[in-house]
């Protein structure tokens, strides 16, 4: 059993696993940078250790002085969290060689999932759907060749990278030829990995992911789906689970077909499979997350898993806590709101003094934060606060509580897209579940005609 966690992270992912570790009396590592000294994840660890400045390449990416702060404090294990090094197999592997428990996936799966290209070969190979596509394009000329073949409109991808970073959307040779430098040089400065490659483009998919978790001992259970449709920038702003636009019949191939897949691969820890589903209800792959998720609660509210002990428990060299005969059953229905220091109409980051703070409350009312009144939100990081989940017994009723929630949530002294949320919420289309990854953009387009 692992006896101290040290956390490789910052805000309110690094909270929710001191909860975890809590729960499992296990003590807690933070790390921080000088930026996050008074942070919430520092005041609630057992332990903090600064690590650096405030840029993440010389505190929360920096490998050298986390593995120190590790040594230091006495800790027997490493959990990543989402983001900063999260899925960088190097750190994992320099973790397990420095007699640190990764609390993720194995080197070996990050590296077999986390570059596009080999992951949609290792896809096709485990039965998955995939979209007409290409290898890594060798050059311009080699995309619009292979383009052709595919057929207009097409999206070019960085292998290496998420996050929209390295993706254009092409209709024309000539546009594909223009973009292609470009897309190449985002992928090189976002990734230090300038492989590009193409796949068909689906006009107005929704967004749907299948939560796994796995031992890598030969069980693997999928949790169902969350819909992520709702989107900025290529940016998830509100999930939900489940979707209302997966039948019973498709959940359940979906389940038997990823969970074979993921038991062959020897899949460890949580993951997710994402994929796009067009407007004839067919599923395709598009990549998978080997870690955990910003919107894994509402997987958690509606099939009562907590994802973040399954992770501990597996890492700490025990099995899965779910019984092999229970069927995963998805009750209710869970939304997840990502409130984010910005300008809700531009996007753009409001750091700031917070002056007050009063999170929402009540039956079925989750708040998953790394905020609290007088903290002052640094320019440096994401700017997520945190995320407002609610739980309740239908879609309808869900929506009713988050708008509840929502009114109820008082942040002062900076700006948030709390309104924007309710924006999303009141939608006609939204409320009655028609919706694709072109949803924000055409909300944003009608009210400003």
């Not at 609630?44 to 593995?67: E, F, H, M, Q, T």
């Not at 449709?229 to 359940?252: C, D, F, N, Y």
């Not at 924006?423 to 055409?442: N, Q, V």
């Amino acid at each position: 059993m692992l006896t101290k966690v040290l956390i490789a992270n910052r805000g309110e992912i690094a909270v929710r696993v001191i909860r975890a570790c809590r729960e499992l009396g296990i003590q807690t590592v933070a790390v921080h940078s000088d930026v996050d000294a008074e942070a919430l994840h520092v005041r609630l660890a057992d332990r903090a250790v600064c690590i650096g400045p405030a840029p993440s390449a010389k505190s929360y990416l920096n490998v050298p002085a986390i593995i120190a702060a590790a040594e230091i404090s006495g800790a027997d294990a490493v959990h990543p969290g989402y983001g900063f090094l999260s899925e960088n197999a190097e750190f994992a592997d320099i973790c397990e060689q420095c007699g640190l428990t990764f609390i993720g996936p194995s080197p070996t799966d990050m590296q077999q999932w986390g570059e596009k290209v080999p992951a949609r070969r290792l896809a096709r190979s485990l039965g998955l759907p995939l979209l007409p596509g290409t290898g890594v394009l060798a050059d311009a000329d080699d995309a619009v060749r292979q383009a052709e073949e595919i057929g207009y409109p097409v999206i070019l991808k960085a292998s290496a990278g998420g996050g929209g970073r390295g993706m254009k959307i092409v209709r024309s040779p000539h546009d594909l030829r223009r973009v292609f430098p470009q897309a190449q040089a985002e992928a090189v400065a976002g990734f230090k990995n300038g492989d590009l490659y193409l796949e068909r483009f689906v006009e107005e998919p929704r967004h749907i992911e299948f939560q796994v978790i796995a031992d890598g001992k030969g069980d693997a259970r999928v949790l169902g789906e969350r819909e992520c449709s709702i989107q900025r920038r290529h940016q998830k702003l509100l999930e939900e689970a489940p979707s209302v636009a997966v039948s019973q019949e498709l959940r359940r191939d979906m389940t038997l077909t990823i969970e074979r897949a993921m038991r062959e691969s020897g899949y460890r820890s949580a993951g997710t499979l994402e994929f796009l589903l067009d407007e004839r209800e067919n599923l395709y792959f598009m990549e998978m997350n080997t870690r955990i998720q910003v919107e894994h609660p509402v997987t958690e509210e509606v099939t009562g898993v907590d994802l973040i002990l399954e992770q501990i428990r597996i890492a700490g060299g025990e099995g899965l806590s779910i019984p092999k005969d229970r069927p995963i059953v998805m009750s209710g229905h869970a939304l997840e709101c990502r409130i984010n220091a910005e300008d809700p109409e531009t996007f753009a980051p409001w750091p700031g003094r917070i002056t007050e703070y009063h999170p929402p409350g009540g039956a079925g009312v989750r708040v998953d934060g790394g905020i609290y009144g007088g903290w002052r939100v640094p320019s440096a990081y994401d700017s997520l606060l945190l995320k407002l989940i609610v739980h309740a017994a239908s879609r309808p009723d869900a929506i009713r509580r988050m708008e509840r929630a929502l009114r109820e949530t008082l942040i002062g002294g900076i700006r948030t897209n709390v309104p924007l949320h309710l924006e999303i919420l009141a939608h006609r289309d939204f409320r009655d579940g028609r919706l694709s990854t072109k949803f924000l953009e055409r909300l944003r387009a009608t009210r400003a005609a």
